[in-house]
């Protein structure tokens, strides 16, 4: 089993340690790729206009700014780095050590400055959505697909992936559809249903919690997904085509 995961908005800083080693880093095939986009970035960052170039607020610019250092900023592991809704849901912190040990192997992390990287990765909090385009790299997700289609294909080979993430960082790589279940999330009042964007987040985060801890072997197929899902949730799967992935559709009651 594979989860994929956006990255969070926020991200938390590492206080003191050592700065990326990116050697160290899964798929150092992308390496040549990361250091592109860094440079690309910390020269946006650089900029009179950052703030606007990078699509961000006012309150951002410590952020912004930090992305002109990203060399020497102290690295955490991603699972540290990243926070907000999904990953509190997801609760790595709270874990046992085994528990950690199968998340740190089965969760993939899409970044628009990493490209890809994995849930114990050591990276720098750092600013960058994959909707952002940077000079002489163009719109990220654009960048990265071709990156991500070769070496991601590899790693996702006879598993079945479970895709938490956002349509936006969707874009930067589209596993196999018969192998691939993404997960939306519904409310439901009198019969009618709305898509939900932070309770989205929070449930996907409470998903991928759930398929790290629960006992017995990860889930292989769709079908064995969805039964897992239905432990807690009201859950229907759309069976996908040639073309397009499967979907487990979570229905929480509003």
Known sequence: MLILLP????KTPAVKGSAVDWES???PELNPCRAKVLESLGTVSAHQDALALLGVG???RDDVERNTRLHAEPAAPAH????GVLYDALGFKSMTPTQRRKAVDSVLVISALWGA???GDHVPAYRLSMGTALPDVGRLASFWKPHLNAALARRAEGELVVDCRSSTYAAAWAPPPAQTVNVNVFTEARGKRTVVSHFAKHTRGELARHLLTRRGKAPATPDQLAKAARE???AELEIGTARKPHALNIILSS
């Open 7 to 10: 990255p969070s908005e926020g």
């Open 232 to 234: 807690i949730w009201t």
């Open 25 to 27: 880093l899964n798929f």
């Open 58 to 60: 006012a309150s951002l």
């Open 80 to 83: 540290q780095v990243y926070s």
């Open 117 to 119: 990287i994995g849930f």
